[in-house]
Nanobody, 123 residues
Framework: QVQLVESGGGLVQAGGSLRLSCQFS????????MGWFRQAPGKEREFVAS????????YYEDSVKGRFTIARDNVKNTVYLQMNSLKPEDTAVYFC????????????????WGQGTQVTVSS
């Protein structure tokens, strides 16, 4: 059984930083493309960032480009989201997700999901 467990969320002031982690277990981690998605109250779940199986290719939603960085460690079976220059509009539950091989930006393409971790950015 594939399991994804997120951690690192919390409350931060605007302009601050957080680093989210997602630990993967149950299958061969390096075979999976990984993504981060978020869902704010009253909104649909949206794409944030994704990374290829090797880590060679990364993709970002326009509003986070230059502020967020996705990375992976295939030895530790962990994917990270470093979030800098946080804004109140970044407030959401952040989800880690996995799919086979090729990263995409579409929620429905991802087969495996974590429980989510809350990120709250205050003014």
């Amino acid at each position: 059984q594939v399991q994804l467990v997120e951690s690192g969320g919390g409350l931060v002031q605007a302009g601050g930083s957080l680093r989210l982690s997602c630990q993967f277990s149950g299958r061969t981690f390096s075979n999976y493309a990984m993504g981060w998605f978020r869902q704010a109250p009253g909104k649909e779940r949206e794409f944030v960032a994704s990374i290829s199986w090797s880590g060679a290719n990364t993709y970002y939603e326009d509003s986070v480009k230059g502020r967020f960085t996705i990375a992976r460690d295939n030895v530790k079976n962990t994917v990270y989201l470093q979030m800098n220059s946080l804004k109140p509009e970044d407030t959401a539950v952040y989800f880690c997700a996995g799919k086979n091989y090729i990263p995409t930006m579409t929620v429905g393409d991802y087969k495996y999901w974590g429980q989510g971790t809350q990120v709250t950015v205050s003014s």
